[in-house]
């Protein structure tokens, strides 16, 4: 888990800094008004046929594509599986198709019309579709290997996790149930979501509420420090299991509207490749 944590902060210190480079860099061009950007020093290599603005937008191209490709590829192929856990595929699937839509923003210099609108609007409904997709897999449970569990599987492991807190704790099963008592259930998709923010937010309040309902049973000090979090564990895994069948459901509708609008995308940026060269701007080739 820490490692995981690592390379999480390693990537978002490396997008901060691929990012806010080039903006830094172009800050005053892109702020200026349109009208007054052509007069401008920069605007001969922050234009979006510039050196910098059109290799922004290649990059930035470039990284999606990798970034959708791998990622597919690394999910369908048997003879992949060995190169990784498909959770970290996704982390750098997501790097790259967040990353390189902001260059391409940078490219447009804030400025969209005819089919480089298209091509950047379609991008960025695919960009908006993906974080939505990834925060709905973020919460539903899954193996190492990406397999959802069920609710039964989740039945389980609170099943072991009351055993092993009652063991800890000397509090009867109902006890334990009682305290974990007030999570509802969530029968729609925004319902699920709502619920899942509120309970990021809450955790702090349900820790100092654990701690307090503890020691008013009589629980040992040192044990109350092992026992909150694992109570905490135990209220995400029930809110894991109310919500995990609007969260399967949103998955589903989401996987069969993301491909289409990404390939849409796609469509539009080979339109717009197409016309780019057809007028000549082929960047330093």
């Given amino acids: 888990m820490e490692k995981t944590s690592h390379r999480s902060v390693l990537l978002v210190v490396l997008w901060l800094a691929l990012a806010v ?3 830094i860099e172009g800050y005053g061009y892109y702020m200026a008004p349109l009208q007054e950007r052509a007069y401008m ?3 001969t290599h922050f234009r979006p046929s510039g050196l910098i603005g059109q290799g922004l937008g290649i990059i930035g191209s470039l990284m999606m594509i990798v970034g959708v490709s791998s990622y597919m590829i690394r999910k369908r192929s048997a003879a992949m599986q060995r190169f990784g856990k ?5 982390t750098f699937h997501i790097f790259l198709c967040t990353l390189g ?3 391409v923003l940078l490219h447009t210099t804030f400025k969209f019309g005819n089919v480089a609108s298209i091509s950047f609007w379609s991008m960025a409904v695919v960009v908006a579709s993906g974080i939505f997709g990834r925060y709905v897999y973020v919460h539903i449970p899954k193996t190492t290997n990406g397999q959802f569990y069920s609710a039964n599987d989740i039945i389980r492991a ?3 996790l009351g055993q092993r807190l009652g063991d800890m704790t000397g509090l009867g099963q ?3 149930a009682r305290l974990l008592a007030g999570v509802p259930a969530a029968n729609s ?3 699920a979501m709502a619920q899942t923010l509120r309970f990021q937010w809450s955790k702090r309040g349900l820790k100092d509420r654990f701690r307090g309902q503890l020691l008013e049973r009589g629980v040992a000090t040192e044990q109350i420090g092992e026992a909150v979090p694992l109570l905490l564990h135990q209220v995400e895994l029930q809110l894991r299991r109310q919500t995990l069948g609007p969260f399967v459901r949103a998955f589903g509708y989401w996987h069969v509207l993301h491909i289409p609008l990404a390939l849409v995308m796609l469509a539009a940026f080979l339109i717009h490749i197409a016309v780019a060269i057809a007028f000549g701007y082929t960047w330093i080739l």
């Fill in 86 to 90: 498909l959770r970290t595929w996704l």
């Fill in 21 to 23: 480079y080039p903006l």
């Fill in 41 to 43: 020093p920069a605007h």
């Fill in 174 to 176: 109902p006890e334990i």
């Fill in 158 to 160: 609170q099943a072991a």
């Fill in 189 to 191: 998709i925004p319902g």
């Fill in 101 to 103: 839509p902001f260059l």
